[in-house]
């Protein structure tokens, strides 16, 4: 089992920026990636970015240039770093951890932190 909890959401001003953590806990050890997705009212859930084992990153292609995902040493903890924000980045932000045990991939998920672009 992974714990997943998210922290760094908020209200900001169109052009703002945010940072948001994923801290997970539990048996990380098997953590192959970890990635934020968001959901905005009345859309299907949709991948932000990605980092796995090795470092590879994915954004999606709205928020590339402007977002950056990274991680510590420890590789427990990811951070979304979102500049010049835009109101269409309004939505909640979730964190997942894809875990890898043998031909089993389990993901799990966080409770999930609002963002809010707004003036």
């Known amino acids: 089992q992974v714990q997943l909890v998210e922290s760094g959401g908020g209200l900001v001003q169109p052009g703002g920026s945010l940072t948001l953590s994923c801290a997970a806990s539990?048996?990380?050890?098997?953590?192959?990636?970890m990635g934020w997705y968001r959901q905005a009212p009345g859309k299907q859930r949709e991948l932000v970015a990605d980092?796995?084992?090795?470092?590879?990153?994915n954004y999606a292609g709205s928020v590339k240039g402007r977002f950056t995902i990274s991680r510590d040493n420890n590789g427990d903890t990811v951070y979304l770093r979102m500049n010049s924000l835009k109101p269409e980045d309004t939505a909640v932000y979730y964190c997942?951890?894809?875990?890898?045990?043998?031909?089993?991939?389990?993901?799990?998920w966080g409770q999930g932190t609002q963002v809010t672009v707004s003036s």
């Open positions: 997942d951890a894809e875990v890898h045990s043998g031909p089993r991939i389990t993901t799990y």
């Open positions: 539990g048996s990380i050890f098997g953590i192959y990636a």
């Open positions: 980092i796995n084992r090795g470092g590879s990153k």
